[in-house]
């Protein structure tokens, strides 16, 4: 039991370091390559604080756990938003984009829905996580490409300008790039490695209580994989990139249904057990859709919102806890 909790603060550590890090490198990245800040939050960096998920899920299924490895993407995509949504609203209130509103929460509720149409056999097969990969390959295509082409000449003075900024142009920005991309490198490299020994130890407290897989899967492994989402959308909140917080949930959310999903099942193909389709799936939909209404009044998620959002998580886990 020492050995599992000194795992979990070892992996706190990490997390927290990587975590400052990867937001600082990216953010950088972002001006260099004339990209929004909120691009990146919605992609490298929901990616890359996404991989956690994807390592654990995909290696659950190989085992043949694929209750936990199913329970780790639905119940780190309930994370994110009631538990990593609400605590980066408590940090410091955001401002919603128009673009988040119009494009990216919408495509992220259409995708939690059809996942949800998908596990009506009971089953996502190879086909299915195929395309749900090549979903989200074409979304991160067609983001990128808006965000260059919609950018007006005000803004692209006031870019040039950060760019110059974040480059230290004295010292060139091939140096600048090389500098930032490995600060993001070691930062994503911190939060897998805190992750790994945060799930560690926190799975063999969860079996020394004997508890099923599904139940780990959505809880103990789901906490421990969304770690690194929680410690970069409170770092980009506390540091004023807003845009990275909020866009690192929506972000992440689409990389767990779509690219951890669908790689899991394009590799081994994934049955859905009743408890996962009946109540798992709605609760994770009713999580996302109650993200809009949060957004919509007043274009900001504020401290109120978060704590709407903590307390939401807080009876889902005091549900799952009572009836395990």
């Known amino acids: 039991m020492l050995l599992a909790i000194a795992q979990l603060l070892l992996g706190l550590a990490l997390l927290l370091g990587g975590g400052h890090y990867l937001v600082r490198g990216a953010t950088r990245i972002a001006l260099l390559a004339r990209v929004s800040t909120a691009i990146v939050g919605l992609t490298v960096v929901a990616m890359g604080t996404s991989l956690p998920e994807l390592a654990v899920s995909v290696g659950a299924a190989a085992r043949g756990s694929t209750d936990l490895a199913y329970g780790n993407i639905i119940g780190s995509t309930i994370f994110n938003v009631g538990m990593i949504l609400g605590v980066a609203a408590l940090v ?27 596990c009506r056999d009971s089953m996502i097969d190879r086909l299915e996580g195929a395309f749900l990969v090549a979903a989200l390959a074409l979304f991160t295509v067609y983001v990128v490409h808006l965000a260059q082409r919609e950018i007006d000449a005000d803004e692209a003075v006031a870019l040039e300008r950060e760019v110059q900024k974040a480059a230290h142009i004295k010292n060139g920005i091939g140096r600048a790039w090389g500098i930032n991309a490995l600060l993001a490198t070691l930062g994503i490299a911190a939060l897998i490695g805190g992750a790994d020994q945060v799930v560690a130890g926190a799975v063999k407290i969860a079996v020394f209580w004997g508890v099923d897989e599904r139940m780990i899967g959505l809880t103990v492994v789901a906490m421990g994989t969304s770690l690194p989402e929680l410690a970069t959308s409170a770092v980009a909140a506390k540091e004023g990139e807003h845009e990275i917080a909020l866009a690192n949930v929506i972000g992440s959310n689409l990389f767990n249904l779509l690219g951890v999903l669908g790689a899991t099942a394009a590799i081994f193909p994934v049955p859905i057990n009743e408890a996962a389709k009946n109540i798992d799936n709605w609760v994770m939909l009713g999580f996302c859709a109650a993200m809009f209404p949060l957004m919509w009044f007043g274009r900001r998620v504020g401290r109120w919102e978060g704590l709407v959002l903590l307390a939401g998580f807080a009876v889902y886990l005091g549900y799952l806890l009572l009836t395990r």
């Not at 673009?99 to 919408?106: A, F, I, M, S, V």
Request: glycine share 0%; net charge positive; proline share 7%.
């Open 92 to 118: 410091a209130p955001m401002v919603v984009q128009r673009q988040t509103l119009r494009l990216e929460y919408p495509f992220m509720f259409v995708v939690a829905c059809m996942v949800l149409l998908l």
